[in-house]
């Protein structure tokens, strides 16, 4: 996955458009845009700013790391048995997942467990 793509379901995520992100973090809409095309690279001031709003670190933003900064040794371990249990032999009509959509879901299930995971 992308900068641009994480960025784009982060802000889809907290349901705000480019415009207001790029409020946010002191940059224009155009900006925005250009980072979730993967057309333009933020600054490191922009990469810290967003990971701050998103709370994730900027390793998460650059796809070295998808756990978010808060969680712990115990939540990533709880994330990799959830992973293990639900996504594995996921099918669709019976037929087998492409390698890009299991990468797809897996990304998706890691999302929506760190933000219920957060909450607990």
Known sequence: MTFGT??????????ISQEEL???????????????NDTR??????????ANYFDVTTDYLLGLNQ????????????LA?????NAGSMTYKGENL???????LEIAMTQIF???HKHD
């Open 6 to 15: 994480r960025l784009r379901d982060l802000r889809k995520a907290k349901h």
């Open 22 to 36: 790029g409020k946010v973090i002191h940059v224009s809409k155009v900006s925005i845009s250009g980072y979730e």
């Open 41 to 50: 690279e933020p600054s490191q001031e922009a990469l810290t700013a967003l």
């Open 67 to 78: 756990t978010p900064k808060w969680a712990n040794e115990k939540d990533a371990n709880d």
């Open 81 to 85: 048995a959830f992973l293990k249990d």
């Open 98 to 104: 492409t390698e890009d959509e299991k990468e797809k």
């Open 114 to 116: 760190w933000k219920r």
